[in-house]
C-alpha cells in the first residue's frame, strides 16, 4: 500500500538480480563522478579520455536506474535498455582506444573500424536476444556472428592496428595500459557471451539446465568490471604517464 502510494521500489532480499542492478547503478554513478572530477586534475592531453570514462560510466548509471526498475516491476530481462546502453557505451570505449594511441597516429579510419565491428556485434546480439524466440539454431547462429565483431576488436587489441599504434608511442605506461585494456577484452568482455548463453535456447540453458535469469547477473557483473575498469585504466595512464 505505502510502497504504491509512494511508489517505492523494494529489493527482495533473495533476489541476486535486483541486488546487482542497484549495486551496479550506484557503482556507475559513483565512477561517472570520480573520472569527471578527476579529469582536473590530469595533463591536458588525457582530459578527453577522462570525459569519455565519465560518459561511459554515465551513461550506464542512467540505463541501471531504469533497468532496475524495468526489473523489479516486471521481473524480466531489460533486454532493449541493455542493447540501448551498450550502443552507446561500447562505441565510447572504442573512442578510448582512438585516443589513447593518437599520439603514434591513429587516424579516425581506425575508430570507425572498431564502432563498426562494435555495433555488428550488439546488433546481431539483440535479434539473438530479442527474436530468437527460444530457438537454439537462431540462438547459436545470432551469437556466431556477434563473436565475429568481437574477434575483431579483440584482434586489433592484441595484434592489429591497435596494439601496433601502442608500441609506437613509445611511452611505456600506454603501452602497458592498452595491454591492461586488451586483457580486459578478453576476459572481460567474454563474459557477455556466457550472460548470452543461458537464454531460453542458448547452449548453458538446453545443455547445462542454467537459469535464464541469470542472463542479467552475468551482464550486470561484467558492466561494472568493464566499465569501471576501463576508466580506472585510462585513469592510471593519465596519471603515469610520461608529461609532454
Ligand atoms: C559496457 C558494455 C560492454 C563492454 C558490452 C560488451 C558486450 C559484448 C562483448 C557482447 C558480446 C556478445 C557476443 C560476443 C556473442 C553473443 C551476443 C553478445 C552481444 C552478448
Not at 582506444?97 to 546488433?123: D, E, Q, R
Not at 611511452?171 to 572481460?188: A, H, M, P, Q, R
Request: charged share 10%.
Amino acid at each position: 500500500m505505502i510502497s504504491s502510494i509512494l511508489n517505492v521500489v523494494a529489493i527482495p532480499v533473495d533476489d541476486p538480480i535486483a541486488f546487482t542492478f542497484f549495486t551496479g547503478y550506484m557503482a556507475m554513478l559513483a565512477a561517472s563522478v570520480f573520472f569527471f572530477f578527476e579529469r582536473g586534475s590530469v595533463d591536458g592531453k588525457w582530459k578527453l579520455s577522462m570525459l569519455v570514462s565519465a560518459l561511459i560510466t554515465g551513461i550506464a548509471a542512467v540505463h541501471y536506474y531504469y533497468m532496475r526498475d524495468y526489473y523489479l516491476a516486471t521481473g524480466q530481462t531489460p533486454t532493449a535498455l541493455r542493447y540501448i546502453d551498450w550502443t552507446l557505451t561500447v562505441p565510447l570505449m572504442c573512442v578510448e582506444f582512438y585516443l589513447l594511441t593518437k599520439s603514434a597516429g591513429a587516424k579516425t579510419s581506425l575508430l570507425w573500424k572498431l564502432i563498426l565491428a562494435s555495433v555488428f556485434m550488439l546488433v546481431t546480439g539483440y535479434i539473438g536476444e530479442a527474436f530468437s524466440g527460444g530457438d537454439s539454431t537462431q540462438v547459436a547462429l545470432w551469437g556466431t556472428l556477434s563473436t565475429i565483431g568481437y574477434v575483431y576488436v579483440l584482434y586489433s587489441a592484441w595484434y592489429g592496428e591497435v596494439a601496433k599504434l601502442a608500441k609506437n608511442t613509445g611511452d611505456s605506461t600506454v603501452i602497458k595500459g592498452i595491454n591492461t585494456l586488451g586483457w580486459f577484452v578478453l576476459v572481460g568482455w567474454a563474459i557477455y557471451p556466457i550472460g548470452y548463453m543461458c537464454m531460453p535456447g542458448g547452449w548453458l540453458n538446453t545443455g547445462l539446465g542454467w537459469e535464464s535469469s541469470n542472463v542479467d547477473l552475468f551482464y550486470n557483473i561484467a558492466d561494472a568490471i568493464n566499465k569501471i575498469g576501463f576508466g580506472l585504466v585510462v585513469y592510471n595512464i593519465a596519471i603515469n604517464s610520461k608529461k609532454a
